[in-house]
């Protein structure tokens, strides 16, 4: 059966990038290189500001400098694959090879009032969610920070090129639990909100962090001076449930994660999104509706509806219409802010958030 993805890679990091280092570490690496220490502003502005990364463009640095500096600072990390458009090219999908073969993937959307990019934290997930594409093949490993900025430093320049507009929203929904590769994953966000040429200068507010809920890492995060949004993957009110659609519940409960929630909600000020894949009688029940409103109201949160989007062999199948209609109205009846998530990139095998890097497809070849 050559079914599954084959894993055969070192669980090694990729080499250093610009986007692994704050300013002061830029500077300290330019000196290293022997060039001017203002040169990581330079270039800094170059990969951030700009978008660019080929040396040849940057035309304000000597032509002897460009190479080295780009050998040195901007290893390419993300290799394109495929990039498949769909919604008449206001969603793209982008399927990247990384240094070491490992294929991760990440989604541009464009909406009416923002742009956002969808990113993955890591190749594959070791949470082993049933519904999840991505938790089907477990984990091959973390990505580097730069490795995750790298992903939304090209879909803005898509954006920008394609759309034409700017990359207002990024969420880490993508392939991988963001907590799980806690401090790659931070010192991303810091990159990301960091103002220019430090970083890409994105709102706080704009980033979302969703987590299958680690207990122990969203106090650790509610600490840190980032305040991002939290999205926590809830997906069942009940532990009985819960233990079996997000198998991390049987070490940290439905309890316990949401008083890991309301500790970020208090700590940072910004609602949290409890994020809900609505599950074909699994766990669309009216009384799981009312249970959820339950511990929901008077919450600061609120909760976003997925329609399931069933995997290849799954047993699972989307909510009907009707079925998410009582659900929701259920909830607003409770006084919880609900929102049912649009299903933008179905016909390009996964929207944000269901990303399978069919890559068993791409390593035949
Ligand atoms: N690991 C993190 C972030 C990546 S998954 C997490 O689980 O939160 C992003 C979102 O997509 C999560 O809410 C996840 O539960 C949801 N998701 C995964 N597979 C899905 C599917 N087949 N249909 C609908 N939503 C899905
Ligand atoms: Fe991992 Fe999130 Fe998928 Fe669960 S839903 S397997 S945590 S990517």
């Not at 806690?182 to 220019?196: F, G, I, S």
Request: contains cysteine; hydrophobic residues 45%; charged residues 25%.
């Amino acid at each position: 059966m050559s079914t599954l993805p084959v894993v055969t890679r070192r669980a090694t990091l990729p080499p250093a990038h610009l986007a692994d280092l704050d300013l002061a570490a830029r500077r300290e690496a330019m000196a290293a290189l022997g060039e001017p220490a203002y040169r990581a502003g330079q270039v800094s502005r170059h990969y951030f500001g700009r978008l660019v990364r080929d040396p040849a463009a940057m035309t304000d640095l000597p032509a002897a400098s460009r190479q080295r500096i780009a050998d040195a600072l901007l290893p390419p990390l993300l290799t394109s694959l495929r990039d498949a458009a769909c919604d008449a090219g206001a969603t793209r999908k982008a399927l990247w090879r990384l240094y070491d073969g490992s294929l991760v993937e990440s989604v541009l959307m464009g909406y009416a009032d923002r742009v956002t990019a969808c990113v993955s934290s890591q190749a594959g997930c070791g949470m082993g969610c049933p519904f999840c594409a991505t938790g089907q093949a477990g984990l091959t490993r973390n990505l580097s920070t730069a490795e995750i900025v790298d992903q939304v430093v090209y879909l803005a320049g898509m954006a920008a090129a394609q759309l034409p507009r700017r990359l207002s929203h990024v969420v880490f929904m993508g392939m991988g639990e963001p907590l799980a590769n806690y401090d790659r994953v931070v010192a991303a966000v810091r990159r990301l909100v960091a103002p220019p040429p430090e970083g890409l200068g994105l709102s706080r507010r704009r980033v979302t962090v969703s987590t299958v809920g680690l207990v122990p890492a969203m106090h650790r995060l509610a600490e840190e001076d980032l305040a991002v949004t939290l999205a926590l993957s809830l997906h069942a009110p009940d532990d009985d449930l819960r233990d079996e659609l997000v198998p991390v519940n049987q070490r940290w409960k439905v309890s316990e994660v949401l008083r890991a929630a309301w500790d970020y909600a208090e700590r940072t000020g910004r609602r949290v999104s409890i994020e809900y894949a609505m599950i074909r009688d699994v766990n669309d029940q009216p009384w799981r509706a009312d249970l959820l409103g339950k511990l929901l109201a008077g919450k600061l949160a609120h909760v976003n509806l997925i329609p399931l989007n069933p995997t290849p062999g799954s047993r699972w199948d989307a909510s009907p219409p009707s079925v998410e209609r009582e659900f929701v109205r259920r909830l607003r009846a409770a006084g919880v802010a609900t929102t049912v998530r649009d299903t933008r990139g179905r016909d390009i095998d996964g929207a944000c958030g269901q990303l399978a890097a069919s890559g068993r497809h791409e390593r035949e070849v």
